[in-house]
């Protein structure tokens, strides 16, 4: 789900863009991310969710210093 909210997209949308898509994806599958996060013993999912969004962090510092 997060990867298609963001690596899918990366090159598709801006960045303001996925951002509020990825919440929007959080909302729509929060009995997901509910039961995952309060089992944490299968999936990581503040490390998954971080994982993500360090993508789309670096995406935004490599165009920042090609500017």
Do not use: C
């Not at 971080?50 to 670096?58: D, Y």
């Amino acid at each position: 789900m997060m990867e298609a909210d963001v690596e899918s997209n990366i090159d598709r949308l801006d960045r303001e863009e996925i951002i509020p898509q990825v919440f929007y994806s959080a909302e729509l599958n929060r009995d997901f991310y509910k039961s995952v996060y309060s089992s944490q013993k299968e999936i990581d999912v503040i490390g998954e969710i971080s994982r993500h969004i360090a993508v789309l962090l670096r995406k935004i510092i490599k165009e920042a210093t090609t500017m």
